[in-house]
């Protein structure tokens, strides 16, 4: 089994950053893509940004220039870097993965979700 667990969602003020970090536990093997999410209330949940085993990224053009993805394979953890934060990016932030196990199987994992809460 595998776990994802997020962790640095925080109440900052306009203009301010913040670093969410995602730690992967369990049986892994390889991670084929690891990524975040966020869902603002009332909205669908809406990919941020990726992160492959080669190193791409991708980046939803809302975030694009404010937004790092990375990741540390070491310590099977992706990070997301958010500065400049907007009212705007107020959301539940989730962490995602699909995830080649011991068993060699691929599935899809989802984090319990981090707060973000930007203040004007």
């Known amino acids: 089994q595998v776990q994802l667990v997020e962790s640095g969602g925080d109440l900052v003020q306009a203009g301010g950053s913040l670093r969410l970090s995602c730690a992967a536990s369990?049986?892994?093997?390889?991670?084929?893509?690891m990524a975040w999410y966020r869902q603002a209330p009332g909205k669908q949940r809406e990919l941020v940004a990726s992160?492959?085993?080669?190193?791409?990224?991708n980046y939803a053009d809302s975030v694009k220039g404010r937004f790092t993805v990375s990741r540390d394979n070491g310590r099977n953890t992706v990070y997301l870097q958010i500065n400049s934060l907007k009212p705007e990016d107020t959301a539940v932030y989730y962490c995602?993965?699909?995830?080649?196990?011991?068993?060699?199987?691929?599935?899809?994992?989802w984090g319990q979700g981090t707060q973000v809460t930007v203040s004007a």
């Open positions: 995602h993965a699909r995830i080649r196990d011991m068993d060699m199987m691929v599935n899809r994992y």
């Open positions: 369990g049986s892994i093997f390889s991670f084929n893509v």
């Open positions: 992160i492959l085993n080669s190193g791409d990224t």
